[in-house]
Nanobody, 114 residues
Framework: QVQLVESGGGLVQPGGSLRLSCAASGSIFSIYAMGWYRQAPGKQRELVAHITSGSNTNYADSVKGRSTISRDNAKNTVYLQMNSLKPEDTAVYYC????????WGQGTQVTVSS
């Protein structure tokens, strides 16, 4: 079964950038449409970006124009480049299949604060 490990989060000032990574075990990673999700304290987990197996992408309005999702199937990894970060981007970020069918990883904390 595919397992997911997120990394790359941290504390960053407003306007800064981060690149999140999600490494997946398992050889069938390439068939999944993958998404990046985030969950802020007291809020539901939300989808912020997704990428299909053919590398078509889509973004939530909240991150559109500031974020880029990409994938490297040879490395079983999906990335989220986040620029012009805002305090409201503060959350734990997770990756999963677009249908949320894979076991959730531990997530990676992103904190945007001065």
């Amino acid at each position: 079964q595919v397992q997911l490990v997120e990394s790359g989060g941290g504390l960053v000032q407003p306007g800064g950038s981060l690149r999140l990574s999600c490494a997946a075990s398992g050889s069938i990673f390439s068939i999944y449409a993958m998404g990046w999700y985030r969950q802020a304290p007291g809020k539901q987990r939300e989808l912020v970006a997704h990428i299909t197996s053919g590398s078509n992408t889509n973004y939530a309005d909240s991150v559109k124009g500031r974020s880029t999702i990409s994938r490297d199937n040879a490395k079983n990894t999906v990335y989220l480049q986040m620029n012009s970060l805002k305090p409201e981007d503060t959350a734990v970020y997770y990756c999963n299949a677009l249908d949320r069918s894979l076991p959730w990883g531990q997530g990676t904390q992103v904190t945007v604060s001065s």
